[in-house]
């Protein structure tokens, strides 16, 4: 089932008549069955995208659409949807087994369908069972949420909110409050639970590397304003802007002010790369891995070195700025060296004034 929004905008205003675009305009659909990351800098809009979605806040204008159903003015427990936040917001007095069944106990309808109160018990019982099979914590069941780790309460609180098979599972930063290591682990398992269930997700972030790894689609957002709709991999090669580009990398890309002069790119005065491009000032950006040591290219003084894994990391002036490079560390290089690089074409993007990338050049 399709989720489509469409001019989806929220204005908060405060006491002092302040006013807040928290989302602007926002059209987008997110295809069934996919896992999508809604991704950007804290303050960008993502947690009131999703409790619009979910019915929490009313839009100032626009609509939702869950498949040809209108849902706009639904409330949320009749939109069909499933909720996961960052802190866990586990019930601490119940077991596993009773936070995952309150929700289904406490449903009008689920008790409608099963009158008879004994077979409610077992309808209930089953659904625990399987959907803690799902998120594997069948033997959690007994415990207390603060008998568990962060990663196996956050498995509680996706059990509990998919228990009631929802059409829609929104998940709001699930993962910042689990240490380096668990979150890992826990957003491959919350890959492997969407992918099993095949519930549509969305799934907010603003860590990109999060997004990266494990969603079928990035929404990327800024200021309450989508920047680019694409697949994970599709905004780290061909980034639709200058804040794309920043955002996602690391280590980032560097950005800088760069003339084209006769259909190349200078660089220190040296020509960098060739670009097909009228002559004039264009903001050029250059992924650290797309450096090659070359006996032409541009020219550039080493002031630091450093190794990290495989590779150096080797900083030097680019343009009035310190750029980043990393070079595999089989390359002969040494803080103080003069040393000349090409750019590999794949990690350079060249932006025009608006900061838009140029497809062709
Ligand atoms: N209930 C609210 N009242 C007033 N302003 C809000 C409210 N919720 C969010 N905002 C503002 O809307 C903007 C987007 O917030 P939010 O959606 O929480 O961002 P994110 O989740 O991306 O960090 C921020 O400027 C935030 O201060
Ligand atoms: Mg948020």
Redesign the pocket.
């Known amino acids: 089932m399709d989720i489509r929004i469409e001019g989806l905008t929220k204005t908060?205003s405060?006491k002092e008549n302040t006013e807040?675009i928290?989302v602007n305009n926002l059209t987008v659909t997110i295809p069934g069955g996919h896992l999508v990351g809604l991704l950007?800098p804290?303050?960008?809009?993502?947690?009131?995208?999703l409790f619009l979605l979910a019915g929490l806040h009313e839009p100032t204008s626009g609509r939702i659409y869950f498949g040809d159903e209108d849902v706009t003015d639904l409330p949320p427990e009749k939109r069909g949807i499933g909720l996961v936040f960052q802190n866990y917001a586990l019930y601490p007095h119940m077991t596993v087994y009773d936070n995952i069944a309150f929700p289904l106990r406490n449903s009008k309808s689920f008790r409608e369908a099963h009158k008879d109160s004994r077979e409610r018990k077992e309808a209930i019982d089953m659904i625990v069972q399987r959907t803690a099979k799902i998120v594997a914590i069948e033997e959690l069941l007994k415990r207390k949420p603060s008998q568990l780790s962060g990663g196996q309460q956050q498995r509680v609180a996706i059990a509990r909110a998919i228990a009631k098979q929802p059409k829609v599972l929104l998940l709001d930063e699930p993962l910042s409050n689990l240490d380096a290591r668990l979150r890992i682990q826990t957003r491959e398992e919350i890959r492997r639970i969407q992918q099993a269930t095949g519930i549509t997700t969305v799934f907010?972030t603003?860590d990109q590397e999060e997004a990266m790894s494990i969603t079928d689609e990035i929404i990327v957002m800024k200021d309450?304003i989508v920047q680019q709709v694409a697949h994970p991999q599709e905004t780290y090669i061909h980034p639709a802007n200058t804040f794309v580009a920043q955002f996602l990398g690391n280590p980032p890309i560097n950005m800088i002010d760069a003339s084209i002069r006769d259909g190349w790119v200078m660089i220190n005065s040296d020509r960098a790369i060739e670009a097909d491009l009228p002559d004039g000032q264009y903001k050029v950006g250059v992924r650290p891995e797309s450096f090659i040591l070359s006996d032409e290219g541009f020219s550039a003084l080493v002031s630091y070195k450093a190794t990290i894994g495989r590779d150096f990391q080797v900083r030097f002036d680019m343009n009035g700025h310190y750029s980043e490079a990393l070079i595999e560390s089989d390359q002969q290089i040494e803080e103080g060296d003069s040393v000349r690089f090409r750019l590999r074409k794949s990690g350079v993007h060249i932006f025009d004034n608006d900061g838009r990338r140029i497809e062709k050049w």
């Open positions: 908060f405060s807040t928290a950007g804290s303050g960008c809009g993502k947690s009131t995208t907010v603003h309450g």
